[in-house]
């Protein structure tokens, strides 16, 4: 698939793989709606070609609708927004539960809701929602709320794509493994151990690094214009569970 000219809607833009992301399909060709909650961070986006950026709560039901039906035809969602909790079954307050599963999946429930009618309507339309390799595909350790959160990703993934696989939609997961973001270095931050984290989570990894939020980018501009898959949980981890 060719994204000239295409728009691609993405939540949480203004920082990490989402901002990556809106370079990324720029770089592409696409025409990219950049959203986010933090409106001081979506400004470094304004002005650039391609872009237009657009202040969004992925909580907020009426706004999602309303920027959604406001942007025209939209080939490509990318549901990138998310949070991390950290902490076992016993200590995840149910709080961290529920926000959990309204940011990492009711807000991608909601999105994929605003945006499916106009792509039935053309037969044509890529999802692209942010999951995890913590949750269904891997077992790890302090994650619970999270974990719990984005295997629902994976089957909303799975769903979403039967029942629309024969009417040109095809919605696919991505699993990252770490990857270098502001919000990964805040947790890294917050064990007090800023160093000692950062060698731990390298650790993990196989490949002997975290992931640049670019890698993950170009991942999702593959996916969009992968037009064979769709239902796939399309793992890059850097071999964490190779
Ligand atoms: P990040 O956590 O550093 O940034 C998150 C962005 O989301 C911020 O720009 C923030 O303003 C925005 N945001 C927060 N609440 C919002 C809301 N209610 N509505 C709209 N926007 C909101 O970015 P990241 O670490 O690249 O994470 C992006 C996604 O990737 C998340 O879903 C995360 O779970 C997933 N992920 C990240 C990693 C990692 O190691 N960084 C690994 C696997 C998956």
Redesign the pocket.
Known sequence: MDLNEKTVFI?????????ASVQAFVAAGAKVVA????AE?LKQLEGTKGVTTRL????DKAAVNEAIAESGHIHVLFN?????HNGTILEMQDDDLEFALD??VR?QIRTIRAVLPQMLERGDGSIIN?????SSVKCVPNRAA?SIS?AAVIGLTKSVAADYVGKGIRVNAI??????????HERWEATGDFEGARKAFIARQPIGR??E?GE?ADLAVYIACATYTTGQVHVIDGGWTG
Do not use: F, H, R, W
């Open positions: 939540t949480a833009a203004a920082q990490g793989i989402g901002l959203t986010d909650i933090n961070m969004l709560n992925v909580l990138c927004a998310g949070i991390v940011l990492n807000a942010m999951a995890t390799v913590a999270y984005k699993a990252p493994g770490t990857v270098e973001s502001p919000s990964l975290i992931a939020p993950i």
